[in-house]
């Protein structure tokens, strides 16, 4: 079968990883957010809007996620993407193997659970409008009421997607740690004495091929972390729990794409 | 990854590590002259180098000659001694010049740095060699190289201090991945205004700050690795080999990073079922 590589730069059906980060990033944040909060915070705005909102959500960065497994198919390409330049070099340094940290979704949405989400930020219930009969809107109610009346399950159900986590994620690290310990082994060995460049390149080039086959297979399994761990959580919680860390993940994400 | 060795690299570094080269080869020169001349003493653990090869080109050069068979035993125990000495600086100011680099100042907001993705993603750890990669290295050299005088030596001392580097490995990943996981809860930025504002980075910001602390403390293993290990292996002509060898092989991981650079420099992916429309 002929390699990946080598096919996607020319397929009419293939993109660029950059232009459709920035996209992405666009696109979260004028059109996708943008209406989500909306749909928040609008009196008028249905539960089905509301539903319908988190779903794009959620289907975006699935789909997301789905491109940068597509990409890690490409040994040559992982790299880059395990330190993309397309994100500015303070993003980067919060970055975990390219992309946000699996905990950092857990961790969210417990600070959301315990209302300590920095203060007021997350905080709703200050802004309840009422209809014309004084009466408050359910939908905001609810909303505004989210995490106070969450059901009893969504602890539990946390702290096994941790779990599931604490046990991943060591191994992973430990999976690139050993490829970089085979590929630092290959060179050692085959290191050629008369220090000649294309000799050198040849060894270099065959320990890099092997290397970025299983980092690539890394990146891949730690982006099917990311994506399930969205996908597990806002499975769990509420449509309302999950529009307001959906939410809370987009404007992180803007947020972090700003720092450079 | 070290920015000094890569594209200019000082001529007087260039000499200098020619000359531990030098001072290595003419070792194993000079061992085979003893050998053939029955000179019984014992090679290892000792620094016997050839002095006429291994002082051409430094500055202290002067008018020493090829050896002679006439030449006394007092005055090779000194020209020994002299070239000793001159492996003992060259090595020292070689960990002077990592000492440097590893120790200075660390923005993760710096766009200067030299290395290229894929040596990042081959022997990389918090933006520079892993610790223990190096030590794996030096390991697999020993036992692979004949260049290498006591490689039993240079396993006992590696085996320990791996242990070692990977336990402090460890805790630094722990305490980076800390703050990757928890940065969302104090944001490295902020809105203006209400969180639909505008976002401004904080640049001096806690989150910020540990981000440096840690790299710092990461530059600070890997120097100390390479250090210890430089100084412990039992044989000093071996810590100049592998250094000498260390130096070609980030120079040629370097070349090989920037060639794949050029050639792999954009990341594509097929659209095909994802519901994304084409590139503008």
Not at chain 1, 174 to 191: E, I, N, S, Y
Not at chain 2, 100 to 113: L, W
Not at chain 2, 216 to 243: G, I, W, Y
């Amino acid at each position: 079968m002929p390699k990946s590589s080598t096919l996607f730069p020319f397929k009419k059906t293939s993109r660029r990883f950059k232009s459709y980060h920035r996209d992405w990033l666009e696109s979260l944040r004028n059109r996708l957010l943008p209406r989500l909060c909306r749909s928040i915070s609008a009196p008028t705005a249905s539960l089905d809007d509301l539903s319908a909102h988190v779903s794009a959500l959620l289907g975006h960065f699935q789909t997301y996620y789905a491109a940068l497994d597509r990409a890690a198919a490409s040994p040559d390409q992982v790299p880059l993407l395990l330190d993309p330049p397309w994100r500015g070099p303070l993003e980067r340094s919060f970055l975990f193997l390219g992309d946000l940290h699996p905990y950092l979704f857990t961790n969210l949405l417990r600070s959301l659970l315990d209302g300590d989400g920095s203060g007021d930020e997350y905080e709703l219930g200050c802004n309840l409008d009422f209809n014309k009969d004084g009466q408050l809107v359910e939908k905001q109610w609810q909303t505004a009421m989210a995490w106070r009346n969450s059901s009893e399950s969504l602890r539990p159900r946390i702290e096994e997607i941790e779990r599931g986590l604490r046990l991943m994620l060591p191994a992973l690290l430990g999976r690139m740690r050993a490829a970089q310990m085979r590929f630092v082994g290959h060179l050692a060995a085959g290191w050629p004495e008369d220090c000649g460049d294309e000799a050198a390149a040849a060894v270099i080039g065959e320990a890099a091929a092997e290397e970025m086959e299983e980092l690539g297979r890394v990146l891949r399994d730690v982006n099917r972390l990311r994506h399930s761990t969205i996908s597990e959580i806002v499975g769990a919680t509420t449509v309302y729990e999950a529009a307001l860390f959906l939410q809370a993940l987009g404007e992180f994400v803007i947020g972090l794409a700003s720092l450079d | 990854m070290k920015k000094a060795q890569y594209g200019s690299i000082p001529e007087q570094r260039r000499c200098q590590a020619n000359l531990i080269n030098q001072s290595r080869q003419s070792f194993s020169v000079s061992l085979m002259r003893r050998e053939e001349g029955g000179d019984s003493e014992d090679s290892k653990g000792r620094i016997g180098v050839d002095q006429g090869s291994a002082f051409s080109g430094s500055s202290q050069c002067t008018s020493f000659e090829s050896h002679d068979a006439s030449v006394t035993r007092d005055v090779q125990e000194k020209h020994f001694l002299r070239a000793t000495c001159v492996l003992e600086d060259l090595i020292e100011e070689e960990l002077d010049r990592y000492r440097s680099y590893y120790t200075r100042p660390v923005d993760p907001a710096r766009h200067d740095d030299l290395s290229k993705p894929l040596q990042l993603a081959s022997v990389g750890w918090l933006g520079d060699w892993r610790p223990t990669a190096m030590l794996t290295l030096l390991t697999g050299l020993a036992q692979s190289s004949g260049s290498f005088c006591d490689p039993a030596g240079i396993e006992r001392t590696v085996s320990g201090l791996v242990r070692e580097a990977r336990i402090e490995e460890a805790v630094i990943d722990g305490e980076l991945a800390e703050i990757q996981a928890t940065c969302v809860l104090n944001p490295p930025f902020a809105f203006a205004g209400n969180h639909h504002g505008r976002p401004s980075p904080r640049r001096n910001g806690p989150e910020l700050q540990k981000i440096k602390q840690v790299m710092a403390k990461a530059q600070q293993l890997r120097f100390k690795t390479l250090e210890t290990v430089v100084r412990k292996v039992p044989n000093m002509s071996d810590a100049a080999e592998f250094l000498t060898v260390f130096e070609r092989i980030q120079q040629a991981l370097h070349r090989f990073a920037t060639d794949h650079e050029l050639r792999h420099g954009e990341v594509s992916f097929s659209t095909k079922g994802l519901g994304i429309l084409d590139s503008t």
